[in-house]
């Protein structure tokens, strides 16, 4: 496995993680909370990507960030089902996990 430099934002890779860190050390994380209680497919139907990889990377400013990645190292994101402009909250009812082309591809649908 080849790892990619950059990253998702442009963050620089820094260390791949265990996985299972989602279950354990993630699991009430802001952000990551949403892969351990709903698991890390894509939540648009017909999209087949998993997220696969946790990776620590270095962002802009030389700070650390933790994100989950598909195969081919395609970011997975957290949509908001009903999107906050459309008065959707950040509660874990309203998040599901999607992979950064199909969350783009949504918007604020």
Known sequence: MQIPKTLGHQYTFVELLELELLNIRFANH???????????RCANEGCDKVGVY????????????????????ELMTIDHIVPKSKGGTNDLENLQPMCNACNARKADK
């Open 54 to 73: 946790l990776i620590k990377a270095r962002n802009h400013a030389g700070g650390y960030h933790i994100d989950l990645y598909t195969e081919s190292f």
């Open 30 to 40: 802001k952000r990551l909370r949403v892969f351990h209680h709903k698991g890390r």
